[in-house]
C-alpha cells in the first residue's frame, strides 16, 4: 500500500515544486535576460559575481537581520503572550483570535496597510504621536535609516500570533499535574513559567523557531507592498533583490541568470539556517 | 506519551487557577494595548474605505464627510470596475479545488509515511520536508515554461495543480505529525476484522483524523487565498486573476488612475472572507495549530 | 482546447480521489491509477493544443497590454480595437490585459512559445526586454506606408523627433503612444502669486534660485520643493540633471562608463552634488522628504504645501483624483548654467508599442497600430488627459509647455540614456550612492568618492 499512497503527492509535488527547482539550478549557471534563447553557460559565472557584488551582501544581511532581529522580537513577545494566556483569564479566546488576526490577511493588503501607517502626513503612527504630544518622538519612519527597523516591526505583528498560537498550543498540553508539583513547591509564576513551561515545550519551541526561520527569509509580498512601487536599495531583501534583478523596478534590469542563482543561494541560507538553528537548540527533550 | 484518543481532549490547564486574580491586571493592560492597536488599524482601513481620495490624505483621524457615497463609489469601484467580483471568484475555485487536492493527496502519503516502516521511509520524508524550504523565486521560469509545454499556462487548472504542489510539503508534515499521535490499536482491530490497507485508512483513520485534515485544509486555505507570487508569473488574463493579485492591479495601475480609496475598498474585500472563515473557525485554527509540529 | 483541459483536469481529480473511496470490502483496484493521469494526460493533450482553430483567411494577432482592466485608458483602447475589428472584419485583435507586469509575463510566455504579437510599456522596458535581445520587429517600412486618416506617411503623422525613441542600431523599433518629459512642476497660485512668473525654457540657474528664495519669503509655511525620497528613479533626477548640464551628455556618460570610476572625479560633478545639497540645505525639500513614500509628496503639491516638485509629465494625470478643483499647473525645463556644456538638454521618453518579430501577420499589425495611433483614435486618448505625441491631436491643457519645451530643447533617453543602457550599473552603483546623497546620508565629497568606488567595483566584476 505505500506506493499507491504515496504516489500522488508524490508526483505532483515532484513535477509541480521539485522538477521546476532542479531546472533553476542549471538557469542560474547561464548569463540569460529571461527573454528569448539568448542564454549564454557561463559556469558559476553569476556565483563569482555575487561574491562581488555589495548590493547582495547588504541584502544578505539585511535578510538575516529581519529574521533574527525579527525572530528575537516575535519570540520573545510569543512566549511572553503565551505565559500571560496559559492564565485563567476573561477574554483569552478573544485576545488570542485578535493577535493571531494579522496572519490571515493577504501580505500584499498588510503592506499597503504599512505604508500608510508609516506615512508621515497622514499616518496613524505620527498621528498618535502628535496627538497625545509625543511628536518628539516622531521619526521619518520609512527614511533609509529607519526603514528597515520599521519593517521587522511590521513584521514582527504581524507573525507573532502565529508563533504565539503555536507555543500555547504546546503549554495546553502539558499535564496539569507538574504545575500542581510546583504550586506546591511555592514556585513563583515567572518560576513556573521558566522550570515548567519552556522547558516541557522546548521541542515545540524548536519547531516553531525552525519555521520562522525558513519563513522569514522568504518574506516577500509584505516589503514588496510596503515599499510599493519601487523598493529603494536601501530595503532590499534578498527576495526583493531577486525581484528586482528578474524584472527590474524602475530601472529595466533583465537578469534572469543571475536572479535565479540569488534564488539558489536564498534555498541553502534557508538549509544553512535551519540547520544551525537546530544545532543551537539541541537538547534533550522532556518526554511526558 | 499517555494515550489520547481526540485532540480536543486536551485542556488540563482550565483546572489551572490562579492564586491572586488582582495579579491579571497589568496582563490586562498589555494585552488589551496591543488589541487597541490592532483593531485601530483595522477600523481605520475599513474608515478609510468609506473616505474620498481627498479626506484620506488630510489626516487620519478626520471622519469621513459623506460615507455612503464615498463607500458606494469605493466598493462601486473596486467590486466591478475592477473585477473584484470575478476575482473573488477565481480565488474561491482555486483555494477550494487546491486544499481539497492537497489534503486528499497529502493524508494517505502522510499515513503511510507515519505509519509504516517500509525501506526509504525517513529518505522520503525528508524529500517532502525539504520542499518547506524552496524559495518560490527560484522556480518561477522554468514552472511557467513546463505549464505552457502542458497547456496549462495562464489557467486556474495550472495555478491549482502548482498550488497542490508547492503546500505538500507543509501539509505532509503537519498531517504526519498528526497521525502519530493517533492510537494503533484501532488499526489493529481494524485489520483484525479483514479490512484492507485502503478500507483501514477509509473507515478508521480518516473519521479520526478528521480534526487534523480540518487544520491542513484550514492552514492551506489561509496561505492560498493570500499568495500573490505564483498566482502573478501563471495568470495573466484578467478574468482569471486571483484576489491578491487584483489588489496589486489596482495599486499599480494608481499611477493611472489615482485612486486610493478604492484600493482600501479592494482590502477590505480581501479581508472580509478571512475573517468570516477565522470568526467561525479560530478555536479550530488555534487547537490544530500545533497537531503537526507538536508531540 | 479550454474544455478538453477542463475535462482531463477533472478525469485525473476522479482518478486521483478513487483511492480514498475505496471500502474494507475492496482490494486496492486503483494501485497504479493515481500515477498515469498526471505523468500521462500532459503529453497526450498537447497535440490537441496545438490544432489550428481559426479559418485560413481570418488572422488573429494577441496584444498583451501594460492595462488592467477598468483602467480609463485601458477602457479606451478596448473600445477602438472593438470599433477597429468592425472596420477590419479579418483581423481578429486578442488583448490581454495583462498590466504593468506584463514584460515579467511575456518573459515565460517566449520561453513558452506562446503567441504575442503586441506588447507596450515604457521605452526603456521595451528596448531592454525585446529590442536587444533580437525579438523585435523593425517598423520602418510600416511607417513609411499611408496612414489611417491622413494622407501623409503614417511616420509623418508623428511629432517630430519622437520615433527616435525608438530607434536601435539604425531601424525603428518602437511605436510611441503617449510621450513624457522630466520639468518643474508648479502650483501657479503659490509662485506666481508671489511675482514671479517662471520662464519655460532657458531659466538660469541664479534666476531659479532667486525665485525659489521670494517664494519662499512670501510662503513661509510652504516647502518650494517637493521630493519623495524612497524612489530612486526621481532622486536621481537631481544630479544626473545637474551633471549633464555641467559636464555635458557625453562627459556624464564617459563618467559612467569610465572603468576606473576615476572620472567621477571631474569638478563639474562635485559641483552638480554641492548645488543639490545647498539647495537642500536652505530647507527648499520638504522636510522629511528622505522617508517620504510615494505618492507624498504629490499628494503635499496638490493641497498647496509644496510649491513645486521635479517630475515627469504624468504627474498631473497621476493626481487628478487628488486636485482641486482649479488646481492651476505651471511647468518649466530644468534650469540652465550659465556657461556649461550641456543646457538646453531634456529627457523625454514615452510609453511604447513594440512588435514580436515572430509574428506571424506583421501587416495586420501594422493596420491595427496605424488605427490606434491614427488621428482619431489618438485625439480621444488626449481627451484622458494623455499627451499623445501626434501631429494635430490636440494637447491635454496642463501639458502644452511640455512640448514648448521639446520644440526648442534637445532631447535626451532617460538619464542621458544609461538608464536603458546600462540598467544594471544604474541599480547597483549610480543609484546606491545617489540615494544615500540625495537623502543627505552622504556629503557631496563622499558621494564623489562613492560613485568612484562603486563605479570601479561594478565594472571590476564585469
Known sequence: MVIPFLLPAFLLYTVFFVYPAIQAFWVSLHDWSGFGQSMVYIGMGNYQEMMKDTIFWSAFRRTLYISVVGGIGIFGLALFFASILQRELRGKKFFRSLIFFPMVVPGIGLGLIWQFIYNNDWGLLSGFLNLVGLDKLDKFWLAPDNIIQSLTVAIIWTYVGYYMTILLAGIDKIPITYFEAAILDGASEWKMFFTVTLPMIWDVFVVALVLWVIGSLKIFDLIAATTFPAPPTSTYTLTIYIWSQAVGTYTPVYRLGYATALGVVLLIMVVISVGITRLITRKEAIEY | MPTQISVKSHRPMSNFRLRNRLGNIPYYIILAIWAIITIVVFVWVIESSFKTNREVFKDPWNLPTAPWTSAIANYTKAWEVSHMQLYFINSILVVIASVFIVVAVSAPAAYVLSRIPFIGNSAVSYYFIAGMGLPFQLILVPLFVMLSKIGLADSLEGLILVYVGVSIPFTVLLLTGFFKTLPVELEDAASVDGCSDFGIFWKVMMPLGAPGLITAAIFNFISIWNEYLLAMLIINSDKLRTLPLGVMNIRYSMQYTADWTALFAAVVIVIIPNFLLYVFLSDRIMSGLTLGVGK | ?462
Open chain 3, 1 to 462: 482546447m479550454k474544455i478538453t483541459k477542463f475535462k482531463w483536469f477533472n478525469i485525473m481529480m476522479v482518478l486521483m480521489i478513487i483511492p480514498l473511496l475505496v471500502s474494507c470490502a475492496q482490494q486496492a483496484p486503483a494501485v497504479t491509477e493515481p500515477e498515469a493521469p498526471v505523468a500521462e494526460a500532459p503529453a497526450a493533450e498537447k497535440p490537441a493544443a496545438e490544432e489550428p482553430a481559426a479559418p485560413a483567411e481570418k488572422v488573429k494577432i494577441v496584444y498583451w497590454s501594460m492595462f488592467s482592466e477598468g483602467e480609463p485608458l485601458m477602457l479606451l483602447l478596448d473600445k477602438a480595437t472593438k470599433d477597429f475589428m468592425v472596420e477590419f472584419p479579418n483581423i481578429e485583435v486578442e488583448v490581454k490585459w495583462a498590466g504593468r507586469q506584463v514584460l515579467t509575463q511575456l518573459q515565460s510566455a517566449i520561453a513558452a512559445g506562446t503567441q504575442v504579437d503586441i506588447v507596450d510599456h515604457s521605452d526603456d522596458r521595451v528596448l531592454n526586454a525585446i529590442v536587444k535581445s533580437g525579438l523585435a520587429l523593425p517598423m520602418d517600412k510600416y511607417l513609411g506606408e499611408k496612414a489611417y486618416d491622413s494622407d501623409k506617411t503614417w511616420g509623418e503623422t508623428f511629432a517630430p523627433g519622437v520615433l527616435d525613441l525608438g530607434k536601435y542600431e539604425g531601424q525603428t523599433y518602437l511605436i510611441p503612444r503617449d510621450d513624457y518629459v522630466s520639468a518643474f512642476f508648479y502650483n501657479k497660485d503659490i509662485v506666481e502669486a508671489a511675482g514671479v512668473t517662471p520662464t519655460v525654457n532657458g531659466m538660469s540657474w541664479e534666476d531659479f534660485n532667486s525665485m525659489l528664495e521670494t517664494v519662499q519669503a512670501a510662503n513661509p509655511d510652504v516647502a518650494m520643493i517637493g521630493a519623495d525620497g524612497n524612489v530612486a528613479f526621481y532622486n536621481n533626477w537631481w544630479f544626473s540633471y545637474l551633471a549633464v548640464r555641467l559636464a555635458g551628455i557625453d562627459g556624464f556618460r564617459d563618467a559612467a562608463y569610465d572603468k576606473t570610476g576615476e572620472k567621477w572625479g571631474d569638478p563639474e560633478f562635485l559641483q552638480a552634488a554641492q548645488m543639490i545639497r545647498e539647495l537642500q540645505d536652505k530647507g527648499y525639500f520638504q522636510e522629511g522628504f528622505e522617508g517620504s513614500v510615494w505618492p507624498a509628496a504629490q499628494v503635499k503639491w496638490v493641497n498647496g504645501d509644496v510649491a513645486m516638485m521635479f517630475m515627469g509629465a504624468w504627474l498631473p494625470k497621476e493626481m487628478s483624483e487628488q486636485m482641486p478643483e482649479n488646481f492651476n499647473i505651471g511647468l518649466f525645463a530644468f534650469p540652465d548654467i550659465a556657461g556649461a556644456k550641456g543646457n538646453n538638454v531634456v529627457e523625454h521618453w514615452a510609453n511604447v508599442y513594440g512588435v514580436m518579430a515572430s509574428t506571424k501577420s506583421p501587416d495586420a499589425v501594422a493596420t491595427y497600430l496605424k488605427y490606434i495611433l491614427s488621428k482619431k483614435v489618438g485625439t480621444e486618448i488626449a481627451t484622458l488627459g494623455t499627451p499623445v505625441p501626434l501631429e494635430g491631436v490636440p494637447v491635454p491643457p496642463a501639458l502644452v509647455n511640455q512640448y514648448e519645451i521639446l520644440k526648442v530643447a534637445q532631447a535626451m533617453p532617460a538619464r542621458a540614456g544609461l538608464n536603458t543602457e546600462i540598467p544594471e550599473y544604474m541599480d547597483n552603483a549610480f543609484n546606491v550612492c545617489d540615494d544615500k546623497f540625495f537623502n543627505k546620508q552622504l556629503s557631496p565629497d563622499e558621494f564623489i568618492t562613492c560613485l568612484k568606488t562603486e563605479s570601479a567595483n561594478f565594472w571590476a566584476k564585469k
